[in-house]
């Protein structure tokens, strides 16, 4: 069966012209808009990126939309919450209802080699999230369906790991008590109301705070058997997985670290490696030995699992 994609997208803030001409694509393909202050706007469309005018995709860059105002345009996008929105810009992003994730360059204000502020906003990257029922079914199938085991999902920015990490925590709370550990609000996108992606009856979503903090705190109250969790990186964040997997708990995680050596010292049963959207998946033991090839979104591919 395929895979069904579902979104719960929400782009009011975008100026009417350019909602227009969003209006006019099929919103499935669409996976970043790149706003840059009086430049054409550049949308990554199937995979490729494009310009937009008013009647939508376009690879001519002749009458494509620019918008000049961009710090009003990011004003507009948080004016529902200045000040929640304000910690997250110290990390130069802010995620909005529906996990749309905006990123923001201009001229950042720090204090003792930390962002505590951006001002003067010149560009934004838009990157639209899609919820895809069915697109883990092999990940899945290979690595979790006779049993629970840690599984690093790892690649570039842009391949579809949240996509996937939102999936499998649906196949998971089928049997499983699942602790979504949602720390920029991209898995569930739960808005204030707790309405988000749906993620199953047994799944509990967690939010605020840093990794290590939270899956101590969440272990002890919620006694979840398996963590999820995205985008690993660095000391601390490897410390809380490390603490996870000395409580005898599994944990599914994301990051965009790709070297195999610092991949290795992650105590994770499976690494899986996307390769591009809707293109094959490469899984390998803890080991970094190959044991399935080519796993894709329709539930075949642990026919070629080499055990």
Do not use: W
């Not at 002890?220 to 660095?234: A, C, F, H, N, S």
């Not at 610092?262 to 080991?287: A, E, H, Q, S, W």
């Amino acid at each position: 069966m395929p895979a069904k994609i579902f979104y719960i997208v929400k782009l009011n803030f975008l100026p009417p012209e350019l909602r227009r001409a969003i209006d006019c694509l099929n919103i499935n393909f669409l996976t970043e808009i790149r706003i840059r202050r009086g430049q054409p706007v550049i949308i990554e469309y199937r995979g490729e990126y494009v310009y937009i005018n008013k009647c939508g995709a376009s690879s001519n860059r002749d009458g494509a939309i620019r918008i000049y105002d961009v710090d009003r345009l990011l004003g507009s996008a948080i004016a529902d919450g200045v000040y929640a929105y304000s910690e997250q810009l110290k990390n130069a992003f802010v995620t909005l209802d529906g996990g749309v994730r905006v990123g923001v360059a201009g001229e950042y204000v720090t204090e003792r080699g930390q962002i505590t502020a951006v001002r003067c906003v010149t560009s934004l990257n838009i990157r639209i999230p899609h919820d895809i029922k069915g697109c883990a079914r092999g990940i899945y199938s290979a690595t979790l369906q006779h049993g629970l085991h840690s599984v690093l999902i790892f690649s570039p920015p842009g391949f579809g790991k949240t996509t996937m990490l939102r999936d499998i925590a649906r196949h998971l709370g089928k049997d499983n008590n699942v602790l979504v550990f949602d720390e920029r609000n991209e898995i569930a996108a739960a808005d204030c109301d707790g309405d988000g992606y749906p993620l199953g009856e047994r799944c509990d979503v967690v939010r605020g705070g840093d990794k290590l903090t939270a899956f101590a705190c969440a272990i002890r109250v919620m006694k979840p058997q398996v963590i999820i969790t995205d985008e690993l990186y660095g000391e601390r964040d490897i410390a809380a997985v490390k603490y996870v997997a000395d409580c005898g708990i599994a944990i599914c995680a994301s990051t965009h670290v790709t070297d195999e050596k610092i991949l290795k010292d992650m105590p994770f049963d499976y690494y899986c490696r996307l390769t591009g959207i809707g293109k094959k998946v490469i899984i390998y033991d803890k080991n970094f030995d190959i044991v399935c090839d080519n796993c894709g979104d329709d539930g075949g591919g642990s026919v070629a699992l080499r055990r």
